[in-house]
């Protein structure tokens, strides 16, 4: 496999974050994790509590009953942070909290996840005219119709910080989002969109991937799916692209509370997410960070929040 030149930024963060060794299992436990979608393990940790989630609307609470399953794990693709110990109680369970509804362990990182004020900053068509004041980022990026701007509106509790449209393709730009006036959301352009002009389109992707190779400030990128539908290819792509070339990359499903009909597919939420994980399995050393979401219905909002905390007080850290 050949790989680009990288900054040197992004060769630590693919250290840290992506080839840390695999948890040792011991012999007398069962290798099988359990991670419940809206219950989780009690934590010990000293973190800060995460934004109240709003009231499940009554129209909705029967579609996601379904919902209520419970994900099976090896502990071997659990998502282990950096300087995070696996413990476990006497009677040989997990006693580390799992974030709901994802394969990540909360860390002692995990502080400050509260989003106090959110304001758009700027956009930006060159990696160079990003904002130069070295704060943290995250950059959420997916196919034009994944639910890109609805996710990051719920991240922050703000219908309308980043304009959501009917139509696909509507982002063309780097678009910055400060968050508590110490860190970035970056909205960045959809990818897929057959509509969009052809030579647009070119343009997104050369700027795109330039931001991701020579952005020195750049955390981790939110690569969202929609796991309401099987496995495209564009995206399949797209995340072994991000693995090549060692661009640290938590994986996003969306639309978890939706399920298409069977000529779609037909399948539930949490078969999509294992189908594409087991599909992209060959471009990672190790099983990349992911979670369930739903700009819905709110679910997995706190967790990503926790989990770019966590990612954001180690990056700051070192």
Sequence with gaps: MVLLHLP??????????????????????????????????????????????????????ETLEEFHTQLEIPIEKLFVPPETELSYTE????????????????????????????????????????????????????????????LLNSLVRRKKLALTSKKPGKTQCINHFRINDSWYLVDLP?????????????????????????????????????????????????????????????LIFTKCDKRKKKRHGGKRAEENVNDFQELIRGFFQTTPPW???SSFTNQGRDEMLLHMAQLRNYWLKH
Aim: hydrophobic fraction near 35%.
């Design 8 to 61: 040197r930024s992004h060769i630590s963060l693919f250290t840290h974050f992506t080839l840390f060794s695999k948890p040792k299992l011991p012999t007398n436990r069962n290798p099988i994790l359990t991670s419940r979608l809206f219950s989780s393990p009690k934590s010990t940790l000293s973190v800060s509590e995460p934004i109240p989630v709003s009231p499940l609307p009554e129209s909705h609470t």
């Design 91 to 150: 009677s040989g369970a997990l006693s580390t909290r799992i974030l709901k509804g994802s394969n990540i362990l909360l860390s002692k990182y995990a502080r400050d996840a509260q989003v106090t004020r959110a304001e758009f900053v700027k956009s930006s068509v060159r990696t160079e005219d990003c904002p130069a004041n070295g704060l943290p980022e995250f950059a959420l990026v997916g196919r034009s119709n994944v639910g890109k701007s609805s």
């Design 190 to 250: 959809g990818y897929g969109y057959a509509a969009a002009p052809q030579e647009l389109r070119t343009d997104w992707v050369k700027f795109t991937k330039d931001y991701f190779l020579n952005r020195s400030t750049l955390v981790s990128v939110f690569l969202l799916i929609d796991a309401s539908i099987p496995a495209k290819k564009i995206d399949l792509e797209y995340a072994s692209w991000l693995g090549q070339n060692q661009i640290p990359m938590t």
């Design 291 to 293: 979670i369930m979401t």
